[in-house]
């Protein structure tokens, strides 16, 4: 029974060494938005789904394990938690209890990438607004009625110019 939980040990921990993976990834991505390389993104960016890919397997691996071992589970890929893992193990409390340790360091790992993926995100959103608010000074500007201060409608202003002046 021991080789059985040092089997599970391994894919969990396996599980773990990829998370923190995924948080270095995760870090590199801010500073290549920070510098627009767009290329480290793209290289970023298959480098996740493939550590999500690894991650996935490695769930199906523990699945076949435990069907090969008899261990009656209800789960799969997508229903797949941890803990209910864990808590159905035919092992002593000393083991779960070591598995336990590993689950909680992976469940720290997830919300540490959620909390660098919402910074990311809003990264984005503020830094593409500022770009936004650049290229609108630059861009054509959205025809608009002048009038006067008497209410007469004015003549357009000709060409797209940041500062107008007439001699």
């Known amino acids: 029974m021991e080789n059985f939980a040092y089997k599970i040990d391994d894919y969990i921990q396996k599980k773990l060494l990829l998370y923190q993976e995924l948080v270095v990834v995760l870090k590199q ?14 290289a970023s960016s298959s480098r996740k789904k493939k550590i999500a890919a690894e991650i996935e397997r490695i ?21 797949f938690s941890l803990g209910a893992l864990v808590r159905l193990l035919p092992v002593s409390p000393k083991i779960k209890s070591d598995l336990g340790k590993t689950r909680i360091a992976i ?35 959205v025809p ?7 209410g007469a409608m004015q003549p357009a202003r000709s060409g797209n110019h940041l500062v107008n002046a007439e001699v």
């Open 29 to 42: 991505e801010k500073a290549f938005i920070h510098d627009m390389e767009t290329d480290a993104l793209w």
């Open 59 to 79: 769930r199906s691996c523990i699945l076949f394990f435990l069907d090969e071992n008899g261990v009656e589970h209800g789960m799969n890929i997508r229903t």
């Open 107 to 141: 469940n720290l790992k997830k919300d540490e990438l959620q909390v660098i993926g919402r910074e990311n995100r809003k990264y984005v959103q503020e830094y593409l607004g500022v770009i936004n608010g650049i290229m609108a000074n630059f861009s054509e500007p």
């Open 144 to 150: 608009r009625k002048r009038y006067s201060y008497s």
